[in-house]
């Protein structure tokens, strides 16, 4: 029986015992023919080191790690099958690891788009058109959104931010994050105009006056909920005209410490005020680095075109 007989008597075994969708039976007919293919000799047949420098090749044909992994899983199967069936008296496939996956790179904002949301932010804060409700809910999401881009806090940290916060005006302020650390904070001057005008405002509204939260709501917590902030960001987003999709509070978290990177800041200073206990976790950020260290060459090296 060559490779391809067995390919079939494999997806016929997926499709009777297992009941595989005919998408997948699909996805291990392409995946396990391209194999076949690239080896000599058919798939069959194929040794450890014929699956390995099959691996090399499409990882250097440039598929993505997901892919690799994929296509090394339905190669697996049919080998066990193989075994299963008395087709083959060994598993080449034992010793082979899975392709590593990396890791995704953050999802962030340009400079420019952060700037668009800030601006529109401070203009719909600004606006005397609006009435008592809808001025007081753009007042509070233009100091969330400075406040957020100015720290980078957790969204759980700034919707739960204390009212001393605001009532010090400090340059400063210690926050209490996972693991109940404290970490200190920096504040931008309109970060703290931003929540001295909203702590005016809100100071007004019996309701909000007394509440110990920077951000009060009526909810169990007492405070802003982070799904509301979400909705409100995204909303803020899309009369900015930037995509909703691409917009969320932890992307702004992201943003805050790529344009940090970018701008000359030290890995280790971004991790201290992110609140990471891991330098490793800081790391997602390196691509910045590179790209900095790339810039830094081809702008200041002299034999740089």
């Not at 007081?136 to 957020?148: G, P, W």
């Not at 330098?279 to 060459?297: A, G, K, N």
Request: proline fraction near 4%; aromatic fraction near 6%; charged fraction near 25%.
């Amino acid at each position: 029986m060559n490779s391809a007989a067995r390919i079939e008597a494999f997806l016929e075994m997926m499709s009777a015992e297992r009941g595989a969708a005919e998408n997948t039976l699909s996805s291990y007919r392409r995946d396990l023919e391209d194999a076949s293919a690239g080896i000599g000799g058919g798939l069959a047949a194929a040794t450890s080191a014929d699956i390995r420098a099959y691996l090399d090749d499409i990882a250097a044909r440039g598929f993505a790690a997901t892919s690799q992994a994929r296509k090394l899983s339905a190669i697996r199967q049919f080998f066990k099958f193989l075994y299963a069936e008395g087709l083959r008296g060994d598993d080449p496939t034992g010793t082979l690891g899975s392709p590593r996956k990396g890791r995704p790179l953050p999802k962030t904002m340009s400079e420019a788009d952060t700037g668009r949301l800030l601006d529109r932010a401070a203009q719909e804060a600004m606006d005397p058109s609006l009435h008592d409700g809808d001025s007081l809910a753009a007042l509070r999401l233009h100091a969330l959104v400075e406040v957020l881009y100015a720290t980078g806090l957790r969204v759980s940290e700034l919707v739960g931010l204390p009212v001393t916060v605001a009532q010090r005006d400090d340059r400063f302020f210690m926050v209490r994050g996972k693991g109940n650390k404290e970490r200190m904070v920096p504040l931008s001057a309109k970060a703290r105009t931003a929540m001295r005008t909203w702590l005016a405002a809100r100071a007004a509204v019996p309701a909000l006056a007394d509440s110990p939260f920077l951000f009060p709501a009526a909810a169990d917590s007492g405070y802003l909920s982070r799904q509301v902030f979400a909705r409100e960001l995204k909303g803020l987003a899309a009369r900015a005209g930037i995509a909703a999709a691409k917009i969320s509070p932890h992307v702004l978290r992201h943003a805050f410490a790529s344009h940090l990177l970018q701008n000359g800041a030290d890995l280790r200073a971004v991790q201290q005020l992110l609140g990471h206990a891991d330098i490793s976790t800081t790391q997602i950020y390196t691509h910045v680095l590179e790209e900095r260290l790339v810039r830094l060459v081809n702008d200041h090296h002299p034999l740089a075109d």
